[in-house]
């Protein structure tokens, strides 16, 4: 069974600009949990999707979206990028909203310039 | 709201020597507790989880124990070997059932050939 696929893994962009983020849960998955990842706050929680409705949501400015669909993958938007945007995005996937095991993906390095 | 303590930063051992790693956490209606290793350049993995009604889990040369009154738990690997050598992370589940991951800041396990 493939595992947690993200696209792109790696992305350059400029103050100001907007971006955005894809997740492909594993098969049968139904719920994805996007994080930050960054050297000095760590994995930080942004928000969960299940059944292409938010279901939670970390401490992150209205900058951050995302939205789920139909056949469970995610994406995540990131507006007006700021230097301090620059991290690993990673996604996890979960069999259902509130299942225990999520699964990570290989993340995005976000870079912004 | 829930936060996960995580120590040591950084650890150091021989190969075949044993590794230890505490978290604590303050939420006690937490009841999930996975750990997950990170390599560079990949997202993270689980590599052990335990929930709260179990005291200890064994899984070949890793193991993780919970003390639910202290609110802590460990993960103890035995015969280290130098792929151990990656970043470790411990979470617990915020807010019961329904809550995200909360992480610690990471633990450097490198193993010395």
């Known amino acids: 069974k493939a595992g947690v696929t993200q696209t792109p893994r790696y992305l350059i962009k400029t103050r100001g600009q907007q971006v955005t983020l894809s997740c492909s849960p594993i098969?049968?998955?139904?719920?994805v949990s996007w994080y930050q990842q960054t050297p000095g706050q760590g994995l930080q929680f942004l928000f969960e999707?299940?059944?292409?409705?938010?279901?939670n949501k970390g401490n992150f400015p209205g900058r951050f979206s995302g939205r789920q669909f139909s056949n469970s993958r995610s994406e995540m938007n990131v507006s007006t990028l700021e230097l301090g945007d620059s991290a690993l995005y990673l996604c996890a996937s979960s069999l259902t909203a509130g299942t225990d095991t999520q699964y990570f993906g290989p993340g995005t390095r976000l870079t912004v310039l | 709201g829930e936060n996960v303590e995580q120590h040591p930063s950084t650890l150091s051992v021989q190969e075949g020597d044993s590794a230890v790693i505490k978290c604590t956490y303050s939420?006690?209606?937490?009841?999930?507790f996975p750990w997950y290793k990170q390599e560079l350049g990949k997202g993270p993995q689980l590599i052990i989880d335990?929930?709260?009604?179990?005291g200890e889990k064994k899984d070949q040369r890793i193991a993780v124990t919970l003390n639910k009154t202290a609110k802590h738990f460990s993960l103890h690997i035995t015969e280290t070997q130098p792929e151990d050598s990656a970043v470790y992370f411990c979470?617990?589940?915020?807010?019961?059932?329904?809550?995200?991951?909360?992480f610690g800041k990471g633990t450097k396990l490198s193993v010395k050939p």
């Open positions: 098969s049968g998955h139904r719920s």
């Open positions: 939420d006690s209606a937490s009841n999930y």
């Open positions: 335990i929930r709260s009604n179990v």
């Open positions: 999707y299940f059944s292409e409705t938010q279901r």
């Open positions: 979470a617990a589940r915020a807010g019961g059932s329904q809550g995200n991951l909360i």
